[in-house]
């Protein structure tokens, strides 16, 4: 009973002292096209997206080059649940960011560690049941260039075996610190060098998917929503 | 005070991944064996698990109809194959491809299907559960029937503390219930232990076998785990070009897996595509069918030949593989409440 009563106790004080010493960073992730949001099902020009999801992993956050957290963890941004574009990180002392590293996707021991959960859960429709591994990236919609049947195009970029490995890791750095940042992921570089002729479904590893996933890896930036 | 705090954090740590609850259940092999490449800590089995592993493996609410269940293609009394069917057919009757290989050893094995398309146990079910031409699900619509069974959640909560259930705690559970599938009980075995004795017929076949099958059937799992190329002719209308469509290397082409030949007398039909249905045929290829090209293994580049009597024998050595305790366990079999 006493010892309930510590336990009690003690759990109270680990939560009030995290409460105080912990700092929080906010990421907010957007998508835009020639510069201007996109929002899923709204046609923007000649683009229709229909899925966006994507995983991001890995963070580091730096602040003047000193690296203030990092956290060995997955999330699935899905523009459909607004809720999984905004991503909290609490951590003591994590004040003002102006640089992130990240992975756009996941890292090969996850994709031959069997089945996980939480963000990587089969059910979570990223995952090839034919041919084993994560999908990093799946992007589905309508482009007026495409030559598929309805202009259609899907993207789905994955497979970390050599020599089609498309894990990427991220760098970039906003102007200058804040706690609230923007991670935009501008799509046009991707758009205009899709060979919209032959490659508008891409379904499997490949040299294809590692040469999207390098232009959708240069393709992300970061700016300062609040200080 | 510095104790409940410990006790506290663990408490709080352990609740982020999904952790076992129930009793251990032990897996027993042959101490000569090498040790299992299934990476145990990261799933152990428990008799709570395997026991719900076993339920799911033999259910058909798995597939899209509710018509078929994993046994439908995988039979317990013929180590798990499917036999009379040379491919094994699912839902709506949908040809598949490949011949649904024997299952036993699996905590044993790397890769997983012909053409080693599964990098791991735990997510080889979503493959059939997902696959049109199989169970034709989705696992995500698979937990949600689950779910919403009288029975399943109590199931869950007994194999891993918790009510709800998810993709990963399906994977995990059939997986545990496939990994006691081990076949360790056949003369071979009991040979091997010195508990019994080959016949002079079966000695020879064995020296035979040794001679010209272990280097890729090898010893004691009877495979090497590799992808190899053993010259069968090229089925033209399935054009299967097996492990290269994974790797997408053309080193690769018309390689697949070394099936085990544990059990081989009840596994038929035999090879990926099941285009064998006797011992006596795949033998006749090994001596006369092999085809060479450019992948073919090195091992197999050399002729084998083998006269009638030397074919009886290694037969024979063959059938000392036949392991009845393992295809007649009733642990292995549909689960009777």
Same mark, same amino acid.
């Given at each position: 009973?006493?010892?309930?009563?510590?336990?009690?106790?003690?759990?109270?004080?680990?939560?009030?002292?995290?409460?105080?010493?912990?700092?929080?960073?906010?990421?907010?992730?957007?998508?835009?096209?020639?510069?201007? =949001?996109?929002?899923?099902?709204?046609?923007?020009?000649?683009?229709?997206?229909?899925?966006?999801?994507?995983?991001?992993?890995?963070?580091?956050?730096?602040?003047?080059?000193?690296?203030?957290?990092?956290?060995?963890?997955?999330?699935?941004?899905?523009?459909?649940?607004?809720?999984?574009?905004?991503?909290?990180?609490?951590?003591? %002392?994590?004040?003002?960011?102006?640089?992130?590293?990240?992975?756009?996707?996941?890292?090969?021991?996850?994709?031959?560690?069997?089945?996980?959960?939480?963000?990587?859960?089969?059910?979570?429709?990223?995952?090839?049941?034919?041919?084993?591994?994560?999908?990093?990236?799946?992007?589905?919609?309508?482009?007026?260039?495409?030559?598929?049947?309805?202009? =259609?195009?899907?993207?789905?970029?994955?497979?970390?075996?050599? /020599?089609?490995?498309?894990?990427?890791?991220?760098? =970039?750095?906003?102007?200058?610190?804040?706690?609230?940042?923007?991670?935009?992921?501008?799509?046009?570089?991707?758009?205009?060098?899709?060979?919209?002729?032959?490659?508008?479904?891409?379904?499997?590893?490949?040299?294809?998917?590692?040469?999207?996933?390098?232009?959708?890896?240069?393709?992300?930036?970061?700016?300062?929503?609040?200080? | 005070?510095?104790?409940?705090?410990?006790?506290?954090?663990?408490?709080?740590?352990?609740?982020?991944?999904?952790? /076992?609850?129930?009793?251990?259940?032990?897996?027993?092999?042959?101490?000569?064996?090498?040790?299992?490449?299934?990476?145990?800590?990261?799933?152990?089995?428990?008799?709570?698990?395997?026991?719900?592993?076993?339920?799911?493996?033999?259910?058909?609410?798995?597939?899209?109809?509710?018509?078929?269940?994993?046994?439908?293609?995988?039979?317990?009394?013929?180590?798990?194959?499917?036999?009379?069917?040379?491919?094994?057919?699912?839902?709506?009757?949908?040809?598949?491809?490949?011949?649904?290989?024997?299952?036993?050893?699996?905590?044993?094995?790397?890769?997983?299907?012909?053409?080693?398309?599964?990098?791991?146990?735990?997510?080889?079910?979503?493959?059939?559960?997902?696959?049109?031409?199989?169970?034709?699900?989705?696992?995500?619509?698979?937990?949600?029937?689950?779910?919403?069974?009288?029975?399943?959640?109590?199931?869950?909560?007994?194999?891993?503390?918790?009510?709800?259930?998810?993709?990963?705690?399906?994977?995990?559970?059939?997986?545990?219930?496939?990994?006691?599938?081990?076949?360790?009980?056949?003369?071979?075995?009991?040979?091997?232990?010195?508990?019994?004795?080959?016949?002079?017929?079966?000695?020879?076949?064995?020296?035979?076998?040794?001679?010209?099958?272990?280097?890729?059937?090898?010893?004691?799992?009877?495979?090497?785990?590799?992808?190899?190329?053993? %010259?069968?002719?090229?089925? =033209? #209308?399935?054009?299967?070009?097996?492990?290269?469509?994974?790797?997408?290397? #053309?080193?690769?082409?018309?390689?697949?897996?070394?099936?085990?030949?544990?059990?081989?007398?009840?596994?038929?039909?035999?090879?990926?595509?099941?285009?064998?249905?006797?011992?006596?045929?795949?033998?006749?290829?090994?001596?006369?069918?092999?085809?060479?090209?450019?992948?073919?293994?090195?091992?197999?580049?050399?002729?084998?030949?083998?006269?009638?009597?030397?074919?009886?024998?290694?037969?024979?050595?063959?059938?000392?593989?036949?392991?009845?305790?393992?295809?007649?366990?009733?642990?292995?079999?549909?689960?009777?409440?």
């Amino acid at each position: 009973m006493k010892q309930t009563m510590l336990c009690i106790l003690a759990c109270v004080s680990i939560f009030q002292n995290l409460a105080a010493s912990t700092d929080s960073v906010w990421l907010s992730i957007r998508l835009s096209y020639q510069n201007r =949001t996109v929002q899923l099902d709204e046609p923007s020009d000649s683009l229709l997206l229909t899925t966006a999801r994507f995983y991001l992993s890995a963070f580091e956050f730096y602040n003047n080059n000193r690296l203030v957290h990092q956290e060995q963890t997955y999330h699935l941004i899905d523009l459909e649940q607004p809720n999984t574009c905004v991503l909290k990180f609490n951590a003591p %002392g994590m004040k003002g960011v102006d640089e992130i590293r990240f992975r756009l996707g996941v890292d090969s021991l996850a994709n031959v560690s069997g089945a996980l959960g939480g963000a990587l859960d089969p059910t979570l429709g990223m995952y090839w049941a034919w041919n084993s591994g994560y999908i990093n990236v799946k992007l589905e919609g309508q482009y007026s260039k495409s030559d598929a049947r309805n202009q =259609t195009f899907e993207f789905h970029l994955g497979g970390y075996l050599p /020599p089609y490995p498309t894990l990427q890791y991220i760098q =970039t750095k906003a102007n200058h610190s804040g706690d609230h940042l923007l991670l935009n992921l501008e799509l046009s570089n991707l758009i205009q060098q899709v060979n919209w002729k032959d490659t508008h479904h891409i379904m499997s590893p490949g040299a294809e998917a590692v040469r999207l996933s390098v232009i959708l890896a240069s393709s992300f930036s970061l700016s300062v929503i609040s200080p | 005070m510095s104790k409940p705090i410990l006790l506290l954090v663990c408490i709080w740590l352990s609740g982020a991944f999904v952790s /076992p609850v129930g009793s251990p259940y032990a897996l027993k092999y042959p101490t000569k064996w090498p040790k299992p490449t299934y990476d145990f800590s990261k799933n152990p089995t428990t008799v709570e698990g395997v026991a719900l592993g076993r339920k799911l493996f033999y259910d058909p609410i798995l597939s899209r109809d509710s018509s078929i269940s994993c046994s439908h293609c995988h039979l317990s009394y013929t180590a798990f194959a499917h036999v009379d069917h040379a491919l094994s057919h699912g839902i709506a009757d949908r040809v598949g491809k490949r011949n649904a290989p024997a299952m036993m050893n699996l905590a044993w094995s790397r890769h997983f299907m012909w053409d080693g398309a599964v990098n791991h146990l735990d997510v080889q079910a979503l493959a059939p559960i997902t696959h049109p031409a199989e169970m034709d699900d989705q696992i995500g619509n698979v937990v949600k029937k689950l779910q919403a069974t009288p029975h399943y959640p109590a199931l869950f909560e007994a194999a891993f503390g918790d009510r709800k259930i998810t993709g990963e705690k399906v994977l995990k559970s059939i997986a545990q219930f496939e990994l006691t599938l081990i076949s360790a009980g056949s003369k071979y075995d009991r040979v091997q232990a010195g508990v019994d004795s080959f016949t002079a017929q079966e000695k020879n076949g064995y020296r035979l076998f040794q001679l010209h099958c272990n280097q890729c059937h090898t010893e004691p799992l009877f495979t090497n785990g590799a992808f190899e190329n053993n %010259g069968l002719p090229i089925d =033209t #209308a399935l054009n299967d070009k097996g492990r290269s469509v994974i790797s997408q290397d #053309a080193a690769d082409d018309f390689k697949f897996k070394v099936p085990t030949l544990r059990n081989i007398e009840f596994s038929y039909p035999y090879m990926h595509d099941g285009r064998f249905k006797k011992l006596k045929e795949v033998l006749r290829h090994y001596t006369e069918g092999v085809q060479v090209s450019p992948t073919l293994s090195g091992s197999l580049r050399n002729k084998i030949t083998l006269n009638d009597r030397e074919k009886v024998d290694l037969t024979a050595f063959l059938l000392t593989l036949t392991d009845k305790e393992f295809l007649f366990n009733p642990a292995f079999s549909f689960p009777k409440e």
